[in-house]
Each structure stands twice: as structure tokens, then as C-alpha cells.
């Protein structure tokens, strides 16, 4: 179970991106984080894991205070919470199979996955995985020679690595087709359902949230301002969350904007969680 409490995030600039969010999830449960653009979701996927420290308040995970924790034990306490990127942020020039592997980081160490020695039954793991996640057969492939919706896959796949209870999910789809955004929002479904996991997505369409997550949270500046299910995200509170008088119509009706935050995927270079471009 995660529980955040009283959670205050401000930048340094004296900006506070997240005023006093209390929120609980349970085990397994699947969450979509809405709001508009700059409402603070990506910084509160961030403080769970630190890759953002939080100001105040606290998060837990389990028995585990994750605002407590120094460096050895948050990296320990990530193995539990992967991440899961807009950007797919796979190191292009290797394989498939390695970037999956990747995800054992956490466990290895980094010099073992460097040098890719990695224990066979985290290679049958990985193949395994590639088979769940619809990659049969393209393990050998370089990573920038899949399309966007295989490089979610792939970036799926190595989340599961890491054995996590929980997934941390910076719009998956935002980069994708809608017929693609669909199949991964529903790939993401089964397979929390499946092996029990959590997850907090964020993501910006609204039906998509809908139709594949347990339960709405929806951020506006900073606060939470609606936590239910699906059923209670009416036409009437969407304004709550977004703004605007006419949103049920057509779009142009909302102060919310779309995605265009082509850095999301940046901290993760330092988080040491799992190979990327700049660490090798
Ligand atoms: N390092 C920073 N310093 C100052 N302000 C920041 C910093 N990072 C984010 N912010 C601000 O915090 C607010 C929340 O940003 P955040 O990225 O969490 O929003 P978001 O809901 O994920 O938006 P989007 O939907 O566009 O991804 C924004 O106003 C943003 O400008
Ligand atoms: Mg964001």
C-alpha cells in the first residue's frame, strides 16, 4: 500500500507544484492521474520515487518511509517502483534483450549489467517477459529499430524486471497512436491485474483513464481535487479538474493544454535505477 501525506513540493524558485496531496493506494489497485498540464503529476510520480525530493510530508510504501530513506535504502526501495516513460528511455543502440535486462539493475549492480552478465534465470526471465508483453522473437533487435509502440512494450517489460509492487507511469501514451495508445493502456491493465501490481498513471485522455483504470485522481494546481471512480468523473466535475465552463463539447473549452514536455524523461539519468544512453 502507498500512502502520502501532506505531501509539499516546492521548487527552487519557491514554486509549490504540490500543495498538501494525501492520497492512498491500495495493493494492486490502477490509478489514472489527471489534470492539466503543469497540475503537478509528473512531480508527484517523481516524489514517490525521489527522482523530485518532496518538501514536506511523507510517503510510505508498505512499512517503508520513503522520505526517510538514505541512499542505499532508496536504492533498495526502487527495485519495488519502476518507472515507466513517455519516452520510452531505451538506450537506442542496444538490444531489446539488453534493455530489458537493464531492469536488473537495481539487483546486479551496475558493473555486472555493463558487461551484461546477467544470471540465467533473469535471461529466462526476460524472454519470458518479451512473450508477455507481445516481442516474441525480437530480442536481438536494437532498440531504435522498433516502432514507438514496441519501444512501450519493451520499456514495459524491463518495469517488470525490477519485481516491483509498484508502477510509476509518466504518460505512455502520449506518443502514441490512439489504436496503439490503447493496446498499451490495456497491456498495462492485465498485467498489473496479473501480477498484483499497483500503478499511478498519468496521462492526459481522459477516456483512456476512464476505460482502464479502477480510479480517477484528478490534480489542479497542485491540489487533488477529485479522487473516485471512473463512474463519478461526470461531465460536471471535469470542470473541477480542467477548467472551463463547456467541456463537455469539443475541445477548446478547457485551460488545460496538451503534453509538450519532451524533457520528462531526463532525471532518470541520475536516479542510477537503469541503463540509459548517458551511463554508458
Ligand atoms: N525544476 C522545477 N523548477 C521550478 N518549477 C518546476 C520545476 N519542475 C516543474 N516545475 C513546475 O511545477 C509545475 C508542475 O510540473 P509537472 O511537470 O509536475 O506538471 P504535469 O502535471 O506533469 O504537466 P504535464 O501534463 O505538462 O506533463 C509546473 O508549473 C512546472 O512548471
Ligand atoms: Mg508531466
Redesign the pocket.
Known amino acids: 500500500m502507498l500512502v502520502i501525506q501532506g505531501l509539499l513540493k516546492r ?3 519557491g ?1 509549490e ?1 504540490l500543495k498538501d496531496v494525501d492520497m492512498t493506494l491500495e495493493d494492486g489497485e490502477l490509478a489514472a492521474l489527471i ?10 510520480i517523481r516524489c514517490v520515487n525521489r527522482l523530485v525530493e518532496p518538501t514536506e510530508g511523507t510517503i510510505r510504501l508498505g512499512d517503508v518511509e520513503l522520505t526517510e530513506l538514505n541512499r542505499g535504502g532508496l536504492r533498495r526501495a526502487r527495485r519495488r517502483m519502476a518507472m515507466i516513460f513517455q519516452n520510452y528511455a531505451l538506450v537506442n543502440r542496444l538490444t531489446v534483450m539488453e534493455n530489458v535486462l537493464s531492469g536488473r539493475l537495481g539487483y546486479v549492480g551496475f558493473f555486472a549489467s555493463l558487461f551484461r552478465r546477467f544470471p540465467q534465470d533473469d535471461i529466462d526471465k526476460a524472454f519470458h517477459l518479451l512473450e508477455k508483453v507481445g516481442l516474441d522473437g525480437l530480442h536481438d533487435r536494437r532498440a531504435d529499430a522498433l516502432s514507438g509502440g514496441q519501444q512501450q512494450r519493451v520499456g514495459i517489460a524491463r518495469a517488470l524486471m525490477q519485481d516491483p509492487d509498484l508502477l510509476l507511469v509518466d ?1 505512455p501514451t502520449a506518443s502514441l497512436d490512439p489504436r496503439t495508445a490503447r493496446q498499451i493502456m490495456q497491456l498495462l491493465a492485465d498485467l498489473c491485474e496479473e501480477h498484483g501490481l499497483a500503478a499511478i498513471i ?1 496521462i ?1 485522455d481522459v477516456p483512456l483513464a476512464r476505460e482502464y483504470t479502477d480510479r480517477i485522481l484528478g ?1 489542479k494546481a497542485g491540489e487533488l481535487v477529485f479522487d473516485g471512480p471512473p463512474e463519478e468523473l461526470t461531465d460536471e466535475a471535469l470542470p473541477e479538474i480542467y477548467g472551463g465552463e463547456d467541456w463537455s463539447t469539443e475541445p477548446g473549452g478547457t485551460d488545460g ?1 496538451v ?3 519532451e524533457d ?1 524523461d531526463e532525471d532518470i539519468r541520475s536516479s542510477g535505477q537503469f541503463l540509459t544512453e548517458e551511463v554508458l
Do not use: C, I, R, V
Not at 35 to 44: D, E, I, Q, R, V
Open positions: 521548487y527552487p524558485d514554486f507544484a489534470g492539466p498540464s503543469g497540475a503537478g503529476k509528473s512531480t508527484l504518460e498519468n492526459h490534480l493544454d503534453d509538450d514536455d520528462d
